[in-house]
């Protein structure tokens, strides 16, 4: 099997920063694309940065020149740096990640428990 672990959630007054990490562990071969995505109270959840084992990254347009999305390989873990957060950002961030596990010949998605962001106006 294949955790996701997130951290680094909080709150955060409007115009702060915090930086999420996303730490996969289990019996991993590799892992393809991370992203992470939000959910608020009563909306969908929504993409906000996503990263391939490459590198390329793409960003919701809501979030782009603020979040940054990065990952360390090695460590099988993605990061995302948020800056100049706004109040309707408040919101749970999980983290999902393609794993294709040691033994197997396909990816499969999964997803963190969710970490909180709250940010205050």
């Known amino acids: 099997q294949v955790q996701l672990v997130e951290s680094g959630g909080g709150l955060v007054q409007a115009g702060g920063s915090l930086r999420l990490s996303c730490a996969a562990s289990g019996m991993i071969f590799s892992i393809n694309a991370m992203g992470w995505y939000r959910q608020a109270p009563g909306k969908q959840r929504e993409l906000v940065a996503r990263?391939?084992?490459?590198?390329?990254?793409n960003y919701s347009d809501s979030v782009k020149g603020r979040f940054t999305v990065s990952r360390d390989n090695a460590k099988n873990t993605a990061y995302l740096q948020m800056n100049s957060l706004k109040p309707e950002e408040t919101a749970v961030y999980y983290c999902?990640?393609?794993?294709?596990?040691?033994?197997?010949?396909?990816?499969?998605?999964?997803w963190g428990q969710g970490t909180q962001v709250t940010v205050s106006s």
């Open positions: 999902n990640a393609a794993v294709t596990q040691v033994g197997q010949l396909f990816s499969t998605d999964y």
């Open positions: 990263i391939t084992s490459g590198g390329r990254t």
